[in-house]
Structure formats: C-alpha cells, structure tokens
C-alpha cells in the first residue's frame, strides 16, 4: 500500500490570517542523516490528567508552541586550554573513545580568534551547522538558550544568540557559546538539546507552522547572493532593504515525499 505523506501548505491562505509558513532546510547534504529535524517544544512526561496541571495552562501551551529545539547532531566533549605560546586551544578530551573523529571534529567546532571574544578572558567557541530558516513573509527568528529542558550538569557558560528577519537573511547558523568558566569542559551528547529557534511574527496571534523546504534553484541564488557580505561589512542589517528589493516573491516551496508502506 503507497502511504502518502505531505505537510500542511499555508501559501494559499490569505494574507494577515491563519498560520504563517516557515520553511527549513540543510544548506549541506553531506552528512546529513546526523542532524534531526527540528522539533516543536512541547512537556513531555509531565502531569496532564489534573484540570489545574501547569501542563494544560493555555498560556504555557501557547508558549511552548512558539520554540522549536534543534538537537547536537554529535557528542562533544572538549576542553579549553593554551598552548607553549599561550595562544587558547580546544582540546578533544573524548580521546580515543570520541564518537566522531578528531579532524571531522575540528571542522565544525573551532575557538574564535582572542581579539574577537566580547569579554576578555571568556573564550568564545562556534559549532557550524547547516540548519537554515526562511519564510515568504516578515518572520524574525531568535537563537535562544533551551531554558525549558533541565540540564544536569550546567554548561559552564551561555549560548551567544541572536535574532534576524528570515525572509531576507536566511542563513546557516551558528551555535556559539561563551565559556565563563573555561576551566571546566563543555559535554554535549547527541540528541541533546542545542538550542531554541523562536519566531516573531507581525500579529503576535498567528500560530507558526514548520515545514522543510526544497533548496530550489531561486532559492539557492538567493542565497549566494548574500553569503558572505559579513565579510566585507560590519552591520550586516544595513543590507537588509538591498537584498529585499533583489528577492524573489517565493522561496519557500514545501517538500514533498511519499513512502510506501507494507
């Protein structure tokens, strides 16, 4: 028996009403299968069967309707330390037990130069990732710590976020994160939470539908047009009413798949 399965297509609804569409999608094929899709967070394992459960609050549900997590696509357990010149090194304290090798490791995890940290003396790392937002209407994204999973043993310092318009700016992100205390290591495991992608759309009531998105040739021009431009200017917003004079009126174009099922 063929099983079809398609995701809901908001294009068709009227402008101002009902959800608004944001679209995902790998900038990166290689590799791929290791990073999950993006997940709605909702409370797992939580008490619903009360009526006054925090669980059932509309205004908590409402909330948590509005992140979604991206999860570590691998284990990472590194620590900081300076080499004979005292230049700050990363240090690939898995060993010989690390899931992933050492030199695939130092590809997508790397220390930025010194000069560059905001705070003297806390290191600031970045995790590349292929992840990529965008939408075909005015959609900001925030980058956020996941505050609503507990974590066991605390990062020892804090995710460098950030927030910007999708539907002008899509782009692949970055996890970066400032080491406070850089005398302790950094230990993520696969699968657990990253951080949060929080959208704000211009009526604030509007639910947010997610859906992956076909890297279509237009799309994929569009993005090569603003790769980069951080490298050749320092406020990157300025350049946001240039690139949405050159955009195409769609992008986001859902993914469909079908699959067969016995």
Same mark, same amino acid.
Not at 12 to 20: A, E, I, L, M, N
Not at 91 to 96: K, Q, T, V
Not at 237 to 251: H, V
């Given at each position: 028996? @063929?099983?079809?399965?398609?995701?809901?297509?908001?294009?068709? *609804?009227?402008?101002? @009403? /009902?959800?608004?569409?944001?679209?995902?999608?790998?900038?990166?094929?290689? &590799?791929?299968?290791?990073?999950?899709?993006?997940?709605?967070?909702?409370?797992?394992?939580?008490? @619903?069967?009360?009526? $006054?459960?925090?669980?059932?609050?509309?205004?908590?549900?409402?909330?948590?309707?509005?992140?979604?997590?991206?999860?570590?696509?691998?284990?990472?357990?590194?620590?900081?330390?300076?080499?004979?010149?005292? $230049?700050?090194?990363?240090?690939?304290?898995?060993?010989?037990?690390?899931?992933?090798?050492?030199? =695939?490791?130092?590809?997508?995890?790397?220390?930025?130069?010194?000069?560059?940290?905001?705070? =003297? /003396?806390?290191?600031?790392?970045?995790?590349?990732?292929?992840?990529?937002?965008?939408?075909? !209407?005015?959609?900001?994204?925030?980058?956020?710590?996941?505050?609503?999973?507990?974590?066991?043993? #605390?990062? #020892? /310092? *804090?995710?460098?976020? &950030?927030?910007?318009?999708?539907?002008?700016?899509?782009?692949?992100?970055?996890?970066?994160?400032?080491?406070?205390?850089?005398?302790?290591?950094?230990?993520?495991?696969?699968?657990?939470?990253?951080?949060?992608?929080?959208?704000? *759309?211009?009526?604030?009531?509007?639910?947010?539908?997610?859906?992956?998105?076909?890297?279509?040739?237009?799309? *994929?021009?569009?993005?090569?047009?603003?790769? &980069?431009?951080?490298?050749?200017?320092?406020?990157?917003?300025?350049?946001?009413?240039?690139? !949405?004079?050159?955009?195409?009126?769609?992008?986001?174009?859902?993914?469909?798949?079908? @699959?067969? $099922?016995?």
């Amino acid at each position: 028996m @063929r099983l079809s399965v398609s995701f809901e297509n908001t294009q068709d *609804t009227p402008s101002g @009403r /009902g959800p608004v569409q944001v679209g995902w999608f790998l900038n990166d094929n290689k &590799g791929s299968i290791i990073y999950d899709a993006p997940e709605r967070v909702r409370s797992v394992d939580v008490n @619903r069967e009360h009526a $006054k459960s925090a669980s059932r609050c509309p205004a908590v549900i409402n909330m948590e309707s509005r992140y979604f997590m991206v999860k570590c696509p691998f284990d990472i357990h590194v620590g900081f330390a300076r080499d004979k010149d005292g $230049k700050g090194v990363l240090r690939n304290l898995a060993g010989s037990k690390s899931a992933i090798r050492g030199s =695939k490791l130092g590809d997508k995890l790397h220390l930025t130069n010194e000069v560059e940290w905001r705070t =003297k /003396g806390v290191p600031t790392i970045q995790l590349s990732l292929p992840y990529v937002f965008i939408s075909d !209407e005015p959609v900001y994204m925030s980058q956020v710590s996941p505050f609503m999973h507990y974590n066991r043993d #605390p990062w #020892p /310092g *804090t995710i460098f976020g &950030g927030r910007f318009p999708i539907n002008v700016w899509p782009r692949p992100l970055m996890w970066a994160f400032e080491w406070h205390e850089p005398d302790k290591p950094i230990k993520l495991k696969r699968g657990d939470p990253l951080f949060y992608a929080a959208f704000e *759309t211009v009526s604030p009531d509007r639910p947010v539908v997610l859906t992956e998105t076909e890297v279509t040739p237009e799309l *994929t021009d569009y993005m090569d047009m603003i790769s &980069g431009a951080v490298n050749y200017v320092n406020q990157t917003f300025s350049l946001f009413e240039a690139a !949405e004079e050159r955009r195409p009126e769609t992008l986001l174009k859902p993914v469909s798949r079908k @699959r067969s $099922k016995e």
